[in-house]
């Protein structure tokens, strides 16, 4: 997509040697998301330079997102903008719609590159799903979780739920997702659903330090150790083993490569 193309619907991208910048740009609205911005970012996913090794995930000004933006529940909103114009699809076909709209957070999770969260004020609903869909998440001290889906009568389906139960527990997801309250820096660091909380001035340079370090290594490093971690708590230590084996051989090949030798 083009640069108008993406601030049409609210997103920059900046690709600055092995790390691109996603950043939701409507801060007006705290960068509340919209449908047309999840096809976006599927569509940035899907034609990322093959050299990005981090990618940087953050919004505009003060709040990373606010959630949907709420004209998108408005039945007076163009049907093919509204996530309502799903209603006047059949159960699959509304289902597809959904597959589709998760596509801009899933392509965050592939082993390619790392993806960072850069979290400072509101991350609410969709912008909570959003920063979880990353690999990290460092956060500011000001900000403020919540999974506001249920206050809505919905439930969280922007590919959230896995990874926050993964993170901090089935019986602490539930009761964060059920009550759609707020969780603060401190508890997000405590519970695991925050991997460091620094003071909102210091978040640019914090998390430029680390896309620095995470594109420091070899290629392929990265990639390989993420796909190593990824599912490890779901395999047998057989199976892990096995993986790191396979993958510790295609390293030393690599470095002996890269070494003339």
């Given at each position: 997509?083009?640069?108008?193309?993406?601030?049409?619907?609210g997103?920059?991208?900046?690709v600055?040697?092995?790390?691109?910048?996603?950043?939701?740009?409507?801060?007006?609205?705290?960068?509340?998301?919209?449908?047309?911005?999840?096809?976006?970012?599927?569509?940035?996913?899907?034609?990322l330079?093959?050299?990005?090794?981090?990618?940087?995930?953050?919004?505009e000004?003060?709040?990373?997102?606010?959630?949907?933006?709420?004209?998108?529940?408005?039945?007076?909103?163009?049907?093919?903008?509204?996530?309502?114009?799903?209603?006047?699809?059949?159960?699959?076909e509304?289902?597809?719609?959904?597959?589709?709209?998760?596509?801009?957070?899933?392509?965050?999770?592939?082993?390619?590159?790392?993806?960072?969260?850069?979290?400072?004020?509101h991350?609410?609903?969709?912008?909570?799903?959003?920063?979880?869909?990353?690999?990290?998440?460092?956060?500011?001290?000001?900000?403020?979780?919540?999974?506001?889906?249920?206050?809505?009568?919905?439930?969280?389906?922007?590919?959230?739920?896995?990874?926050?139960v993964?993170?901090?527990?089935?019986?602490?997801?539930?009761?964060?997702?059920?009550?759609?309250?707020?969780?603060?820096?401190?508890?997000?660091?405590?519970?695991?659903?925050?991997?460091?909380?620094?003071?909102?001035?210091?978040?640019?340079?914090?998390?430029?330090?680390?896309?620095?370090?995470?594109?420091?290594?070899?290629?392929?490093?990265?990639?390989?150790?993420?796909?190593?971690?990824?599912?490890?708590?779901?395999?047998?230590?057989?199976?892990?083993?096995?993986?790191?084996r396979?993958?510790?051989?295609?390293?030393?090949?690599?470095?002996?490569?890269?070494?003339?030798?």
């Amino acid at each position: 997509m083009t640069p108008e193309q993406l601030a049409h619907v609210g997103l920059r991208l900046a690709v600055e040697g092995p790390v691109a910048t996603v950043t939701l740009d409507r801060p007006e609205v705290r960068n509340a998301q919209t449908p047309a911005m999840w096809l976006a970012l599927a569509e940035i996913g899907r034609t990322l330079p093959d050299d990005v090794r981090v990618v940087v995930v953050t919004g505009e000004g003060p709040s990373f997102s606010a959630g949907l933006d709420r004209r998108m529940l408005d039945p007076a909103t163009d049907a093919e903008e509204s996530v309502l114009g799903i209603l006047a699809c059949a159960d699959d076909e509304a289902a597809d719609r959904i597959d589709a709209y998760q596509q801009g957070f899933t392509w965050l999770r592939e082993p390619r590159f790392v993806s960072v969260a850069k979290v400072r004020g509101h991350a609410i609903g969709a912008g909570f799903q959003l920063a979880l869909s990353c690999d990290l998440r460092i956060v500011a001290d000001d900000v403020r979780f919540s999974m506001k889906e249920s206050a809505l009568g919905l439930v969280p389906d922007l590919t959230g739920t896995k990874p926050l139960v993964e993170h901090v527990g089935y019986a602490r997801a539930l009761e964060i997702c059920a009550t759609a309250r707020v969780v603060e820096a401190p508890e997000a660091v405590a519970i695991g659903l925050a991997n460091r909380s620094v003071p909102a001035d210091d978040l640019d340079d914090v998390v430029a330090d680390l896309a620095a370090a995470l594109a420091a290594p070899m290629p392929d490093v990265v990639t390989e150790t993420k796909l190593l971690l990824q599912g490890a708590a779901d395999r047998g230590l057989d199976e892990q083993r096995r993986l790191e084996r396979e993958a510790q051989v295609r390293r030393f090949r690599a470095v002996t490569a890269a070494l003339g030798g």
